[in-house]
């Protein structure tokens, strides 16, 4: 009988979700830093016109803390929490959720296990409440698990097939094949099957706790409503994590692609190489960078060289990706297979105009106009606000960081540029390509 209170609920909180929108990126500066007594720390953004609110949240040691033999157990761990906790079995909290339209999820990569909150206001003390129970008293009762499980283990058998997450996982493998970083983030089908309810709650003992919690909040509460909020949900986790330290690492490059022949018609190719870490003074120099080689979509040189030029695949992209432990350029290309080699060569091409400084100060402008215009669109909701506030604390940005960032990449110089270029994207890269390409070697 609640399925249609579930339903009517799920719609209210749609709409709602879709009226935030309209307000809270004009305050997204206006960040309120909140401290509990605990040492519950959260960066918030009140935004009173809509009542809903939206909360997302990063525990710090994902998947590269999976011990050996466990790959995919953070990633496990985030299907279940949701599944069952305290006083509720599976369909209960579930129940719980859907009757008061609370959105509740929870996600893992390599470097976290993070989740999102969002509630209407009139239901945010039950929210908070159902979030802590999931943190702190998760059950991992038999069916769920079972049922999670099986749908891991028949998510990885179709990805097999998926050359995209073939040709990704081959590049992570081939990058750090001494390292945690090399395991694949939703594990393996031996070691998924192999997961019992014991390791789960080892992880969420060891790993769920305070000094490794990141909050970001943003809607309609204020920081005197929020913090014994905080507390109550947050204070009683344990007060430190375990086994939470992934060594530093720099990603293996090879000279010549790396091949798994899979019989489709079109290959996929990966491409990467080291990046520069979040917190180095040439970080904002290097998004700029990046954004020019592909990063740029329609504008950007590789497209440009790839496809509008050349019409060998429909997209090619590149992009800094933020590992905590080893900060990384990847990217990558979707081609026919009698196109692989020559649109391999073409990305190296063009990496390696950029690391010869063949870069100016149009292409720095129209890179600064469109990543400073485009910034406000990605707070657009207190969804966003609230995932970005978390960013900025996991990076060390600071609470002004939102009204500085604009700053940042004005200040970058056409001489900023061809220097940072040259650090990025000099040398070797590491190349994989799954498909059946012609003339291409593994």
Do not use: C
Not at 140 to 165: C, K, N, T
Not at 315 to 325: F, Q
Not at 356 to 365: F, I, P, Q, R, S
């Amino acid at each position: 009988m609640h399925r249609l209170p579930a339903l009517l609920g799920g719609a209210v909180l749609m709409v709602i979700a879709q009226q935030a929108l309209v307000a809270p990126a004009q305050a997204a500066a206006e960040v309120q830093e909140v401290v509990t007594e605990s040492g519950i720390r959260a960066y918030l953004v009140p935004e009173p016109s809509i009542p809903f609110l939206s909360l997302s949240l990063e525990f710090r040691g994902g998947s590269a803390t999976d011990p050996d033999g466990k790959a995919g157990l953070a990633y496990m761990v985030s299907g279940l929490l949701d599944e069952g906790a305290g006083p509720y079995d599976s369909q209960a909290y579930r129940a719980e959720l859907d009757d008061n339209a609370i959105s509740l999820s929870f996600d893992a990569d390599r470097d976290g296990l993070s989740g999102d909150l969002r509630t209407l206001t009139e239901t945010r003390d039950h929210a908070f409440d159902l979030l802590r129970l999931a943190l702190q008293e998760p059950r991992f009762d038999e069916e769920p698990v079972g049922r999670v499980r099986s749908q891991i283990l028949g998510d990885l058998a179709r990805r097999e097939s998926d050359p995209q997450y073939v040709a990704s996982r081959l590049w992570f493998e081939k990058a750090f094949p001494d390292h945690p970083y090399g395991r694949p983030t939703r594990g393996t089908k031996a070691s998924v099957a192999g997961l019992t309810a014991v390791d789960l709650r080892r992880f969420v003992a060891e790993r769920l706790a305070r000094d490794n919690l990141v909050v970001g909040v943003s809607g309609d509460i204020t920081a005197d409503e929020l913090k014994p909020l905080l507390e109550r949900t947050f204070g009683g986790l344990p007060a430190h994590a375990n086994g939470i330290d992934v060594p530093k690492v720099a990603p293996e490059t090879a000279p010549r692609p790396v091949v798994e022949r899979l019989d489709i018609p079109q290959s996929v190719v990966v491409f990467g190489k080291a990046g520069i870490p979040r917190d180095d003074p040439d970080y904002y120099a290097a998004y700029v960078a990046n954004y020019i080689l592909g990063g740029g979509g329609f504008s950007s040189r590789l497209l440009e060289e790839i496809r509008e030029k050349r019409g060998l695949a429909y997209g090619a992209a590149s992009y800094l990706y933020d590992l905590d432990d080893s900060p990384l350029w990847l990217g990558g290309v979707a081609t026919r297979n009698d196109a692989v080699a020559q649109s391999v060569d073409l990305v190296r091409q063009e990496a390696r105009r950029m690391a010869a400084g063949e870069v100016d100060a149009t292409d720095l402008d129209n890179a600064k106009t469109y990543l400073t215009g485009s910034f406000p669109l990605r707070l657009t909701s207190n969804g966003q606000i609230a995932g970005m506030l978390v960013s900025v604390q996991l990076a060390h940005l600071g609470r002004d960081y939102l009204d500085r960032r604009n700053g940042l990449i004005e200040a970058v110089t056409l001489d900023d540029l061809k220097r940072v270029a040259k650090r990025l994207f000099s040398g070797d890269l590491l190349v994989t390509v799954v498909g059946q390409p012609q003339g291409v070697e593994g």
